[in-house]
Nanobody
């Protein structure tokens, strides 16, 4: 069973930065579709950065211009660089994985948490203002 493992969360002041990491330890890592979601208390889990059916990274409106996804396939790691953090970014951040190529799904399917089979334990991001 595959379980992504997130790290890098913490408590920062507004305007600060964090880089989250997600390790997917599987020899078929490069076949996985990967995404970042977040969930604040009392709110639904929402996409932060997800792939579309063409393999491009789609950022939520709140993330555009501030968050950046990158990958290091040699380390089986997905990153989320978060800059200019705001108090409203406070949430548990999750890495999600799907053992399928992105082109097997449409954009909607890749944007919803129900599509993803493998989830990390989450890493807490707290931003104070």
């Amino acid at each position: 069973q595959v379980q992504p493992v997130e790290s890098g969360g913490g408590s920062v002041q507004a305007g600060g930065s964090l880089r989250l990491s997600c390790v997917v330890s599987d020899y078929t890592y490069t076949t996985y579709s990967l995404a970042w979601f977040r969930q604040a208390p009392g709110k639904e889990r929402e996409g932060v950065a997800v792939p579309d059916s063409a393999g491009r990274t789609i950022y939520a409106d709140f993330a555009k211009g501030r968050f950046t996804v990158s990958r290091d396939n040699s380390k089986s790691t997905l990153y989320l660089q978060m800059n200019a953090l705001k108090a409203e970014d406070t949430a548990m951040y999750y890495c999600a994985a799907l053992q399928a190529y992105f082109y097997n799904y449409d954009d909607y399917g890749l944007s919803i948490p129900q599509t993803y089979k493998y989830w990390g334990q989450g890493t807490q991001v707290t931003v104070s203002s």
